[in-house]
């Protein structure tokens, strides 16, 4: 088996590509995680190895950014230069390094032989206006953010004909937009996310009694009400309002590191009600052995098996999901293990490392 050099860049997505190239690491070959700014990110600038504290949205050659454009474009065409000879794939995840200013990286690449992976996560390939009208609940319905079908599906397309390959991580729209991407689950890595015997004086919550319902979300108020966010706030409240005793915690920007205590913390994990697919959180917290909530529509479901341990919920049912399980304690811990088991079989990173190495090696073979 050919020894591989691989670049993953540059965008920063639920710390998936420092997780895979650390695996491929382990694995033999040398993988190497690069961003252009992760400075302004919840996730440690630590975890990437290649940094340029540069956004590229701030390049200009008006006088009072044009040093620090000037500056930024040569130190990366330096390293460009560099990386065409020192790696055979380039994974782009989200987008490739110049985005839809241009092809022109894809283009020397391709003249180079390099092998050009292409990997989607969700929002960076889901057009808003089909997955309104496709979807009875769709997580587009409250975002706040503008997208422009058209030219984002143009872009999307052109930077395609480029790739050797087409990875998407997410389910719910792959058909309908890339439909022959091959889909890779998310990845976790098993032996971080696990219960710990010792959680930190700072993550502590209060002792309670009352079952505890944890919902996280990175940034809402940047992304809107993505993961329906109301319709769990106002579950939890009817449950409430009919004697139930509940604290419903929320977290937003917390970070990375802290996330597995929580989760250790809590009883129950609501992921989302509106993609139709499960996201990292769904995955961490049944690594955590944590019974989780989240809506799985048609197309999510014909990418995971039937005998998933995923509790199904959308925005009219999540009320009797949450108090058939707020009610059962041993459904809850019955359906915490067999999480637990799923995540261990279907998403450790180690597992999805050498199917990426797979993929890779199939240029060479």
């Not at 919840?42 to 500056?71: G, M």
């Not at 241009?102 to 206006?129: E, P």
């Amino acid at each position: 088996m050919k020894r591989l050099k691989i670049l993953h860049a540059p965008a920063i997505i639920i710390n998936q590509q420092w997780m895979i190239s650390r695996a491929q690491r382990r694995l033999g070959h040398v993988s190497d995680f690069g961003v252009l700014n992760a400075d302004k990110r919840e996730l440690p600038v630590r975890n990437c190895d290649i940094n340029f504290h540069f956004d590229r949205s701030e390049i200009s050659f008006k006088p009072a950014r044009l040093y620090p454009t000037l500056k930024f474009l040569i130190k990366f065409s330096i390293f460009f230069i560099q990386a065409l000879f020192k790696y055979d794939v380039f994974h782009f995840h989200s987008e490739s390094f110049l985005g839809s200013h241009s092809t022109l990286d894809l283009k020397i690449l391709k003249f180079f032989k390099k092998m050009i992976v292409f990997q989607y996560w969700g929002c960076d390939m889901r057009l808003k206006t089909p997955s309104i009208s496709a979807e009875k609940f769709s997580t587009c319905d409250d975002c706040i953010r503008v997208c422009q079908n058209s030219r984002k599906l143009r872009d999307n397309l052109t930077h395609l004909k480029y790739a050797d390959f087409r990875v998407y991580g997410a389910a719910d729209v792959v058909l309908s937009v890339v439909p022959d991407a091959l889909f890779i689950p998310i990845a976790i890595d098993l032996d971080y996310w696990k219960p710990t015997s010792e959680i930190p004086e700072k993550y502590l919550l209060p002792k309670t009694e009352n079952v505890r319902i944890l919902q996280a979300f990175e940034n809402a108020k940047a992304r809107g009400d993505q993961k329906g966010t109301r319709f769990i706030k106002a579950a939890v409240e009817a449950l409430k309002n009919e004697g139930r005793k509940i604290d419903y915690i929320y977290l937003e920007k917390v970070p990375y590191e802290a996330m597995r205590y929580y989760y250790q913390q809590a009883d129950i994990v609501v992921d989302q009600l509106l993609a139709g697919w499960h996201g990292s959180v769904a995955v961490e917290a049944m690594a955590m052995g944590k019974p989780v909530i989240c809506y799985l529509n048609e197309v999510g479901q014909r990418f995971i098996p039937k005998d998933n341990p995923i509790v199904n919920a959308n925005p009219r049912t999540i009320t009797d999901k949450l108090r058939m399980l707020v009610e059962d304690a041993s459904l809850r811990e019955k359906i915490g293990k067999s999480g637990k088991r799923y995540v261990e079989d279907r998403h450790d990173v180690l597992k999805l490392a050498k199917v990426y190495i797979a993929l890779y090696q199939k240029k060479w073979r």
